[in-house]
């Protein structure tokens, strides 16, 4: 396990990549399937990490409370070498409802991964729907708690939902996320990953 904290990729503002990924409930997404919400949290996670799976509740909670912004996880982990990161489980996860988000993705090719700039699991990207453009409002942790075992004390993304839903501006400066890295496939590592 490598920990690594997030890092800075796409800006306040930037439009958020678009995808087609196949989800653990068998249907296909893009990113116009979410084009009726009013935002969008995009969270790369994983079935393995110690550090994804302490988020899995608290993605569950922002799923549940907040219709207007589904709640979408994209596992982007090379499932040769990380096999617990595989498609069968994620699946398994989804059925036995440890994961309850709006949709479970796999990013297989970890092209999407990369086209947002991801670094670890989990990876939170809050976006805006600007007249159907989904742009980024808030790169950052979900909660305050930094490590698997720590209790939360703030719920850091819900505090931002609010404020995108009130007035659509979220103020607060980025706050790396900290968690396993993304497992790259051999020669598969981006750019910045250096």
């Known amino acids: 396990m490598v920990e690594l904290e997030s890092g800075e990729g796409l800006e306040h503002g930037d439009e958020a990549p678009d995808f087609e990924l196949e989800g653990a409930d068998g249907e ?3 990113l116009s399937d979410f084009d009726d919400a009013e935002g969008l949290l995009i969270v790369f996670t994983c079935n393995h990490c110690p550090y ?6 608290e993605m569950n909670r922002l799923a549940a409370e907040f219709d207007e912004v589904p709640v979408v996880g994209i596992n982007p982990n090379d499932t040769e070498e990380y096999p617990e990161d ?16 709006d949709a479970y993705l796999h990013d297989e090719s970890q092209d999407v991964a990369a086209a ?8 939170p990207f809050l976006f805006e729907n600007d007249g159907g453009t989904f742009r980024l409002a808030y790169h950052g942790r979900l ?8 209790e939360a004390t703030e719920r850091e993304m819900k505090g931002h939902i609010e404020d995108l839903l009130g007035d659509g501006d979220v103020t607060e400066e980025f706050r790396p996320s900290r968690g396993c ?14």
């Not at 994804?52 to 509740?57: D, V």
């Not at 947002?116 to 990876?123: E, F, L, Q, S, V």
Request: hydrophobic share 25%.
């Open 86 to 101: 595989d498609f069968e489980t994620m699946v398994e996860r989804v059925e036995d409802g440890t994961i309850q988000w």
């Open 143 to 150: 909660d305050d708690a930094l490590d698997p075992d720590d």
């Open 28 to 30: 296909t997404y893009t």
């Open 52 to 57: 994804a799976k302490a988020k899995f509740e």
């Open 116 to 123: 947002y700039g991801a670094k670890c699991t989990p990876d």
């Open 181 to 194: 890295s993304v497992k790259w496939k051999s020669g598969n590592e981006p750019e910045y990953w250096d």
